[in-house]
């Protein structure tokens, strides 16, 4: 099976001009297919500011009434999609902006209202991978804004996480492939104070010994959750590292 | 060779929730391949509006710097277009959105600053047929939107008849092309006040014989010359008429 590399970057690479622009050098220089997800939330939290309409978070997810679904369509979809598919095609990428609307790339259903009502937001149901792998086949590189569509003609803000973990998985049918999520960090760390304590490799194992010794906790806990069920859903290998090590060897922490 | 037809809808037909709706359930019955290119500019300058940013038109054209092709990018290649892809997809419809940029669809070049200096607005260079048939033939129903892009990394904002007529062009190499251009009245009026006053079939001859006599006047020369030159290049006809017949036979004025 021919390679590919899913890379996940988070909206503060994207937002600022210098750290796009080396993105989207490292991004073209990295060999075989791939597919950038992106997300944008500081663009969408600062649209919305300044069109008076409130941000609401729980717990790092964006509540999303009818006005906010309207300014992640914009920001998300129009904005920093198609600056990073412009930017790509200056460098040689052939790059295809997509929401999961597109060609219906990603089905989802608006979440159940539990404890806390996130408006529209979709959780993800199916990537539809043959098309995607169809694309990528033929040298096209998706890029894949965080938003998806429940069949019924609407969209729906969707982690962007998360459509990076299931695209993987669904494309792992067709390619190898290796899941990068970029982060803040150089990797997932010992000691959260010590760039340099990066734990190199972590399996089902360690994680449970190092989440009960409370090394990995909080935000990580997910992280490394959804990729080692990636790997266990036919993703070769989940990379957690910075955007600005892409490209380079024995960087960041693999998860297998 | 297989029928295609590519239809145009200005900005007030896509931006209200009612004709939306209509236009979709129209354009969804419509039989054989089809692209639809759309406009948006009202809620552009809706959005610039409530951003505290002027719109300054030239003789209908848009005046775009930086701010505003931010916005043009979030409205036309976020809001508007994602939201038809989506309307679509939920009647069965195939759709992907698309700007110039993604596939390098349309390339373009900045406008030169003569008179005046419409910022960033491109002029059309050469649309990629051959992929749009491709993806046509495969079921794909292309939903662009009025954005182009230099290959250097900009984004261009596009007129949307040019773009329909230069990819009906393109297009016409692969299909037998049917252009269709909505707008505000029921076709080309020999008598502006009188909506039943459609001229029911244009050519180059009276075409002229019609500009001389002053039936034709003002913005509808440009779009019934646009039409001949459309025509001119190997479309089939195209059609000027409202966005509520189509679908409608003997409707509108045929320009052939």
Same mark, same amino acid.
Do not use: W
């Given at each position: 099976?021919? *390679?590919? +590399?899913? /890379?996940?970057?988070?909206? *503060? /690479? ?18 075989? @297919?791939?597919?950038?997800? =992106?997300? &944008? &939330?500081?663009? #969408? ?17 964006? /509540?999303?009434? $009818?006005?906010?679904?309207?300014? %992640? !369509? ?7 999609? *198609? ?6 095609? #200056? ?22 209202? *539990?404890?806390?009502?996130? &408006? ?8 539809? &991978? ?14 894949? $804004?965080?938003? !998806? @569509?429940?069949?019924?003609? @609407?969209?729906?803000? +969707? ?8 695209? $993987?998985? $669904?494309?792992?049918? =067709? ?17 959260? @104070? ?35 069920? #990636? %790997? ?10 910075? #955007? ?8 960041? +922490?693999?998860?297998?």
């Amino acid at each position: 099976m021919d *390679k590919l +590399t899913v /890379i996940k970057v988070g909206g *503060k /690479i994207v937002e600022e001009e210098e750290s796009l622009r080396d993105l989207l050098d490292r991004f073209a220089l990295l060999p075989g @297919h791939k597919v950038l997800v =992106h997300g &944008g &939330g500081r663009s #969408a939290t600062r649209l919305a500011t300044r069109l008076g309409i409130e941000s609401r978070m729980v717990e790092g997810r964006r /509540i999303t009434d $009818a006005e906010m679904l309207n300014v %992640v !369509t914009m920001v998300y979809g129009g904005l920093v999609n *198609k600056q990073i598919v412009a930017g790509l095609q #200056a460098r040689g990428v052939n790059a295809l902006g997509l929401t999961g609307a597109d060609m219906n790339a990603i089905r989802s259903e608006k979440r159940p209202v *539990k404890e806390v009502d996130y &408006g529209f937001v979709g959780d993800v149901n199916q990537v539809n &991978g043959d098309m995607l792998a169809d694309l990528i086949a033929k040298g096209i590189v998706p890029v894949m $804004a965080p938003l !998806t @569509h429940d069949g019924q003609g @609407h969209l729906l803000n +969707t982690n962007a996480d998360t459509i990076a973990g299931e695209t $993987a998985k $669904a494309l792992a049918r =067709h390619f190898e492939v290796t899941l990068v999520f970029c982060f803040e960090k150089r990797g997932v760390l010992r000691d959260e @104070h010590d760039d340099l304590s990066v734990i190199p490799t972590i399996d089902r194992n360690l994680f449970a010994q190092l989440t009960a010794e409370g090394i990995i906790q909080g935000g990580m806990i997910p992280k490394v959750e959804n990729s080692l069920q #990636a %790997v266990e859903a036919g993703v070769r290998q989940v990379i957690i590292t910075q #955007a600005n090590a892409l490209g380079q060897p024995n960087e960041g +922490t693999v998860v297998k």
